[in-house]
């Protein structure tokens, strides 16, 4: 029996048009794959966001508390300076200078709960009301500051 070249070409093209049907198949099931895993992977990415932005919403909580703490107790300490100030300043005041009376002659004031002499020797220093309290604040945010840097490395 002679083999016939369009018997065999017709045998190829039928055992291509299988496989192209296989390779088709094949290739519709690997891209439901892919489509199933690109489905996990954009919920596995929208999960891990949402755990993030929980964490982030969490510890800027944290965060808020402790500003709020921290503020809180710099105000109760700001106060208490304020107030240790005021009665400095009331016990070391400077005596008001003396009026002139009729005669043209000062008189040292009475007041000098503060020990002070009439004259002011040379080399004192004199600071106002308002300094003071500048100064108090200044100095009581600084140690507030200092005392919360040097907390950053002790263990919780």
Not at 108 to 130: F, H, I, T, W
Request: hydrophobic share 45%; glycine share 6%; with cysteine.
């Amino acid at each position: 029996m002679p083999i016939d070249l369009s018997s065999i070409l017709a045998a190829l093209g039928g055992l291509v048009a299988i496989w192209a049907a296989v390779a088709t198949h094949e290739a519709v099931k690997l891209s439901g794959e892919l489509s199933a895993q690109k489905v996990a992977y954009v919920q596995a990415q929208k999960d891990a966001q949402a755990q993030a932005q929980k964490a982030h919403d969490e510890a800027e909580a944290l965060f808020k508390k402790h500003s709020e703490e921290a503020d809180h107790a710099y105000k109760i300490q700001l106060a208490e300076a304020n107030d240790a100030t005021a009665r400095y300043i009331a016990a070391h005041r400077l005596p008001a200078a003396a009026k002139s009376t009729g005669g043209g002659s000062a008189s040292a004031p009475e007041d000098r709960s503060a020990g002070l002499p009439p004259v002011v020797p040379a080399g004192s220093v004199l600071v106002s009301q308002q300094d003071m309290y500048a100064c108090t604040g200044a100095a009581t945010y600084s140690l507030k500051a200092y005392n919360w840097a040097m907390g950053l490395n002790s263990p919780k």
